[in-house]
């Protein structure tokens, strides 16, 4: 793990699995699109309408994951002091939060024709909401952080805080009466039918290579910010430092 976390290996390997995971990404994520959206029949109960999960149900999980990916990341800077552990968690909050949007927005959307409104203050959406706002919380905090030169520990505690509505996003529809259905998938089991799991599976991988295609092209953006201004405050240091001779 130390030396995975040296900038110039990181470099070496980012630069050829950034754009293999891109590419591989989109092009299983248009297939399960596509095999969700034209070739799985309509369900019995929900109709056409259940063709959402295929964007839905992604969106989710990838969400959740993405703050997952910030807690992990903002453990291993606080624990082990990994130079490109913040800027992993910085790397992950953006496409975390666009995930969490898309998983809000479906959601409603779903919900309308399924429950006959738009929004209903129900755990699983509730704590959602909160995830969102958890995510714009830490980006303009690390934000922040970056730009007035404060301390890196303080966006990754609040990552490890935040990390606390995971569990209850997760648990929800069990511990509350609830209008979102229950768990479908859980360890070693599926309620959903083969005919709609199997694109759905394939779906959530080609997210998931998209998201990690993503998070490592910011952090390569990142990386770069912080090499250049390096260079520059080097770069002024020196010139006072000759000025003053």
Known sequence: MHGFANPKRFLEIARWLTPTLLISGLIITAAALGWGYFKVPPDRLMGETVRILFLHVPSAWLGMGGWTAIAISSLVFLVWRHPLASLAARGAAVPGLVFTVICLATGSIWGRPTWGTWWVWDGRLTSMLVLMFLYIGYIALAQAVARDGGSSRIPAIFGLVGA??????????????????????????????????????????????????????????????????????????????????
Do not use: C, Y
């Not at 039918?193 to 959530?204: G, R, T």
């Not at 991988?205 to 770069?224: E, K, N, P, Q, T």
């Open 164 to 245: 606390v509505n995971i569990p209850i996003i997760n648990r929800s529809v069990v511990w509350w009466q609830s209008l979102h259905q229950p768990p479908s998938i859980t360890m070693g089991k599926s309620a959903i039918d083969n005919e709609f799991l199997i694109p759905l599976l394939v779906a959530v991988l080609g997210f998931s290579l998209l998201f990690g295609g993503v998070v490592l092209a910011r952090m390569r953006a990142l990386l770069a910010e912080v090499q250049t201004e390096a260079r520059l405050r080097r770069k002024a240091l020196g010139a006072e430092t000759l000025g003053a001779a």
